[in-house]
């Protein structure tokens, strides 16, 4: 009976999916296990050989905490919002619906080619009514509360209302956008409008004017991460930046809790530190600066009070408000140019191009609070509105880019020192103020001859008391920019009456998307909605024409799927109180700043309001590597329709040119199926080599336009699909990055077919009960030892190694024991379950294997009484002898030098040296 995986694979496959072997429910009699993927956005070209590396990892570790006895969930669904489908629906006048929808059949199809353990009966769809009814509750949550700083948490919005009844906003300690003070008594005598608007300043769900970077092109807004040199991603049009009125969500509330979160969960140190950059904190102090000749003051945030003394002029954002007010009239042509061509540019181009120095004089000053000197005031795209206060003031001898600055404007350069222990100082950039003798500034004031830290308290103290500024922290995190102005999103519970934004009652949810006759803004510039018809609530008020970002859907997808059926509930107190929360969650590095910042945000909100028991979402995250295309290439001629194989390819002009990797085998080209590739080559000539045409290769990112996509369908038709989650897991360590190479899955095919053949001798099944030895124990134990241990470690491809040695060895003493190929099956069922499951029912077994229990091995067959060593003579090994594991040295160095393979090698010579390394090796110099 041969291995026959076209076979056994789809028999299998249905045999899970008839008997909802996957299916999981809450079980209080045994621990839980909850293994999340990050799901994926559905495309229409389907998976390559890339995209399963992380769900075969997680399916693996899935299957063996199901067979270590844990109730395992393990869950997928669709990220299926999108811009891509919206362009489509665009281009052919498709609705999105029905793209999304035959997307996700290819894609449910190839997943289920490859045997994951998916629980598909809690899959969940972000494009689905059923389930963004839980995303537009949970931003009206957001909208219903505030963030108390005293308390550190989010409280309904009824509390401050309260507060306001009493005492008006004096008391509060809120984050918040800035709002005038007033009293109790101002607050009752308000219209709603005007209480409205105050209460929006204070909502987690807030509407504001916001810098975005906008794409007219696209007709939407776009994140960071879908700009690139200025450019969307997607269509490469171009992208401004335009203050619009945006829905944000206030992330920046919770900048404290998510990095002290960082201490609680199992990631590694580089994600923890990626997480710890975009939230950025930093302390310092906060320091107002007058305009000369101007009722108003800058107020700037530094890190360094204690270099006020060598701030020599400021810079602000090119969109400060304050900018156009203060420019003077002789150079406000000069700024109103330079601020239209930095709206071009968005924030990380802004950061990135370290470089480039413009900038501005605004013909304004300044008044430094300290030496009460007047600065130049600038403005250049390197200061953020976005960070801080979109003003800094420049010590351009302490701060690299200021210096740049300075230099390349000629601007003046002072040097604080006030002490010795300055690590930023650079003497080369000091002028005539520092006196090199006594080192410290002259003009140094209260700070002299003390040391940076001390010299930080002391300023700050007089800062805070002299009432020209205060201590505080600031952090790089920003809120979320939730407003998208697109069709293919979730539709916002908002409904607006005088201009101002409510939300629908629960009970209206969900608020479904409507039809409209083009997935285009409208002719005066409104979002696609705008073209719905009667896109009101009954009672007439005008709903919200934007809809949510892509992050919407996926900020608490791991939620959902924990009670995805619940009408009443985002999820049930009993199905949180057992699953709580993600004990391994793995996917790509792509997503390790934004949809990790918003997800733990959404989660502490939901926490802070008592919908689920944990704070932090996800106890160990895996960012699974990316397999690389290995591309090849063909080299044209210039000129000709000739192509010439590799080896000869110096001796002509050529031009090299991608080449479809699926008509290429080990490198040689399939010349006829390249002449029927595309039209243009149908008469193409080549020049071989030993009479084929070998092609080059290099390994780049998998890509259409670069011909090298694997399809794993094409790699399961002609392998298998246990021989393709085998060959991704063996490529390398899982958080690594490697290159496919479709040569070395030979090796791993070979492997299954060895280990069939432990079984079976053509038709005849070699399966027997007889006693195991104390050899085929040994070989069996120390493999369950060695699976068990990488398993935990996500070490699957030296597990796998583990398998092959073992199955060689049992393949060398002709063992076909069941008590040694039942444990054995078991432990190889999580890496290829499909012939696992065959080999278990030929077993005899009428239960599937997905039950079986992980073998335990015994720790007295994994002692060694023998090691073999290696013999090296110079260096180089000559044969292996077999010693006591006990042995001495000199034990093991007289055995060695009397046994009879070492006199040949020898040939009568004494050694000059003989290196003993216990339990590795043996070598004698000669």
């Known amino acids: 009976m041969e291995y026959s995986f076209n076979k056994i694979e789809p028999k299998w496959q249905d045999y899970w999916r008839n008997h909802n072997t996957y299916k999981v429910e809450v079980d209080k009699s045994k621990p839980k296990f909850y293994v999340l993927d990050m799901f994926p956005y559905p495309s229409g070209a389907g998976l390559h050989v890339g995209h399963p590396l992380g769900y075969i990892a997680s399916d693996i570790y899935a299957r063996f905490k199901r067979q270590k006895g844990f109730n395992v969930l393990h869950p997928m669904g669709y990220d299926a919002y999108g811009l891509p489908a919206e362009q489509y629906a665009i281009q052919t006048g498709q609705h999105p619906a029905i793209t999304t929808e035959n997307n996700i059949k290819r894609y449910r199809e190839q997943l289920d080619k490859i045997g994951f353990s998916f629980d598909w009966n809690r899959e969940v769809r972000t494009c689905d009514p059923d389930y963004y009814k839980w995303t537009q509750w949970a931003f009206i949550q957001m909208f219903q509360h505030w963030f108390n700083e005293q308390t550190q948490k989010a409280e309904p919005i009824d509390t401050l209302i309260a507060e306001f009844n009493e005492s008006g906003n004096h008391k509060v300690k809120a984050s918040a956008s800035p709002v005038d003070s007033f009293t109790a008594e101002k607050w009752k005598t308000m219209t709603e409008k005007e209480q409205q608007e ?138 109103e140019d330079y601020i239209k061509w930095a709206l071009n540019r968005n924030e990380r181009e802004r950061i990135a191009d370290a470089k480039s120095i413009t900038g501005v004089f605004t013909g304004a000053y300044g008044i430094n609070p300290i030496t009460n000197e007047k600065i130049p005031i600038w403005i250049a795209d390197y200061v953020l509105m976005g960070y801080g206060t979109g003003a800094i003031m420049a010590v351009p001898a302490h701060d690299s880019r200021d210096f740049a600055f300075a230099k390349h404007f000629g601007l003046s350069i002072k040097q604080v020192v006030v002490g010795h222990n300055d690590s930023e100082s650079d003497p080369a950039n000091w002028d005539d103020s520092y006196d090199a003798k006594e080192g410290k500034l002259i003009n140094s004031d209260i700070i002299n001859g003390l040391d940076v830290p001390e010299a930080i308290t002391k300023i700050t103290d007089h800062i805070q008391r002299s009432g020209i500024g205060k201590k505080q922290t600031n952090y790089k995190l920003r809120d979320a920019i939730f407003s998208r102005q697109r069709y293919w999103g979730e539709p916002f519970p908002v409904y607006y009456k005088n201009d101002m934004p409510y939300v629908l009652e629960e009970d209206k949810l969900p608020l479904e998307l409507p039809e409209v006759d083009k997935y285009l803004p409208t002719e005066d510039g409104q979002p696609p909605l705008g073209r719905a018809q ?393």
């Open 198 to 335: 105050i209460l929006l300043s204070y909502r987690i769900a807030y509407l504001a004017d916001t810098v975005v970077n906008w794409c007219p092109e696209l007709g939407t807004v776009l994140a960071n991460d879908e700009v690139k040199d200025g450019v969307s991603v997607r269509g490469g049009h171009p992208v401004v930046q335009k203050t619009m009125r945006q829905w944000s969500l206030r992330v920046s509330a919770y900048a404290e809790r998510l990095l002290q979160g960082l201490e609680k969960v199992d990631w590694s140190d580089s994600l923890k530190e990626i997480q710890r950059n975009w939230i950025g904190k930093s302390t310092g102090a906060a320091v107002d600066f007058k305009i000369d000749g101007h009722d108003h003051s800058l107020e700037i945030f530094t890190t360094r009070p204690d270099t006020l003394y060598g701030a020599t002029f400021m810079v602000l954002a090119p969109e400060h408000d304050l900018v156009r007010e203060i420019a003077a009239s002789d150079k406000k042509q000069e700024v």
């Open 534 to 926: 009667n896109w009101t609530t009954e009672e007439g008020y005008p709903l919200e024409l934007n809809t949510m970002p892509g992050f919407a859907g996926s900020s608490a997808y791991y939620i959902r799927y924990m009670d995805p059926h619940n009408n009443e509930a985002l999820v049930s107190k009993e199905a949180n109180s057992y699953w709580q929360d993600v004990d391994l969650y793995i996917g790509g590095t792509e997503h390790a700043t934004g949809h990790l910042i918003y997800s733990r945000f959404w989660n502490k909100f939901l926490f802070d309001i008592g919908i689920v028991e944990k704070e932090e979402p996800y106890k160990k995250l895996i960012n699974q590597g990316m397999i690389q295309g290995r591309s090849n290439f063909v080299y044209r001629i210039k000129g000709e329709n000739k192509f010439v194989s590799y080896s000869l390819r110096k001796q002509y002009d050529v031009t090299p040119i991608h080449v479809d990797v699926n008509i290429v085998d080990n490198d040689v080209l399939d010349v006829d199926a390249f002449r029927k590739w595309r039209p243009e080559f149908k008469d193409a000539e080549f020049i071989l080599e030993d009479g084929k045409y070998v092609c080059g290769y290099a390994v780049e990112k998998m890509s259409k336009s670069m011909f090298n996509v694997v399809n794993p369908d094409d790699i399961i038709a002609h392998y298998g699909a246990d021989t393709l989650r085998l060959y991704e897991m063996f490529l390398g360590p899982v958080e690594q990055s490697k290159p496919w190479d479709t040569k070395g899955i030979d090796g791993v095919h070979r492997f299954l077919k060895k280990f069939w053949r432990l079984y079976f001798e053509g038709d005849k099944l070699l399966l027997n009960d007889e006693a195991p030895n104390e050899k085929e124990l040994k070989i069996l134990h120390k493999t369950i030892h060695k699976i068990e241990h990488d398993i935990e470690r996500f070490s699957y491809n030296t597990a796998i190694s583990a398998f092959m040695i073992c199955v060689n060895d049992l393949a060398d003493l002709k063992c076909h024991k069941r008590a040694i190929l039942k444990p054995l099956t078991v432990m190889l069922s999580p890496f290829a379950p499909h012939i696992a499951e065959e080999l278990w029912q030929i077993s005899g077994h009428e239960s599937t294997i997905v039950d079986a229990e992980f073998p335990a091995y015994d720790e007295q067959y994994l002692k060694e009484d023998e090691i073999e060593y290696p013999v090296s003579f110079n260096g180089k090994t000559r044969f292996k002898l077999s010693l006591p594991a006990d042995a001495s040295k000199d034990e093991i160095e007289k055995t060695v030098l009397d046994h009879e393979k070492s006199q040949k090698y020898l040939d009568g010579k004494t050694p000059r040296k003989v290196i003993i390394v216990p339990k590795r090796i043996i070598n004698i110099v000669v």
